[in-house]
T-cell receptor
């Protein structure tokens, strides 16, 4: 099976702009989780989607949003970019997203740099 | 609820062994272990489930102590390819969907 894919791999934006990142999960997986990784804060959960519904959301401002399509592909959007949004954005797919028993497989990530 | 990992960093020579610990303040149902190399995404190593079932990697083993609410990852006869940062993420039964809470990581460096 093909792994999780994310596009684009690298992005450079300026403050105030918005950005959309895309994630295609492993075939058959219905849950997609998004994480932000920075050197200072580590891996932090953004949100999780299952069957086109957001089931869970982390502690991030409303500028961070996402959605999932009927084919389980997911996008996340960050509006009004700030310098602190520079990070590696990772998506992870799993079968049903049961965090205590299901395995999450990560994509290669999108490296976002905000200037 | 973030787990505590120890040590924060360890340096080994090829062939040496290492143990990485992960402690939780809550009762665990499972523990996930990942390794991340610099500039890459985390790679799943294994998941340990309550009751002893282990799914994952062949060359790296782990234990799960429910009473102590902790897990340990054992890397034996380390190879250069073992270098990276190791993360644990506890699974709490009935916990929030799709949300793995990762520890701060243990940086492992294997030297020739």
């Amino acid at each position: 099976k093909a792994g999780v894919t994310q596009t684009p791999r690298y992005l450079i934006k300026t403050r105030g702009q918005q950005v959309t990142l895309s994630c295609s999960p492993i075939s058959g997986h219905r849950s997609v989780s998004w994480y932000q990784q920075t050197p200072g804060q580590g891996l932090q959960f953004l949100f999780e989607y299952f069957s086109e519904t957001q089931r869970n959301k982390g502690n991030f401002p409303g500028r961070f949003s996402g959605r999932q399509f009927s084919n389980s592909r997911s996008e996340m959007n960050v509006s009004t970019l700030e310098l602190g949004d520079s990070a590696l954005y990772l998506c992870a797919s799993s079968d049903v997203g049961t965090s205590w028993a299901d395995t999450q497989y990560f994509g290669p990530g999108t490296r976002l740099t905000v200037l | 609820q973030q787990p505590v990992q120890s040590p924060q960093a360890v340096i080994l020579r090829e062939g040496e062994d290492a143990v990485i610990n992960c402690s939780s303040s809550k009762a665990l149902y499972s523990v996930h272990w990942y390794r991340q190399k610099h500039g890459e995404a985390p790679v799943f190593l294994m998941i340990l489930l309550k009751g002893g079932e282990q799914k994952g990697h062949e060359k790296i083993s782990a234990s799960f102590n429910e009473k102590k609410q902790q897990s340990s990852l054992y890397l034996t006869a380390s190879q250069l390819s073992y270098s990276g940062t190791y993360f644990c993420a506890p699974g709490y039964y009935g916990g929030s969907q799709g949300n793995l809470i990762f520890g701060k990581g243990t940086k492992l460096s294997v030297k020739p």
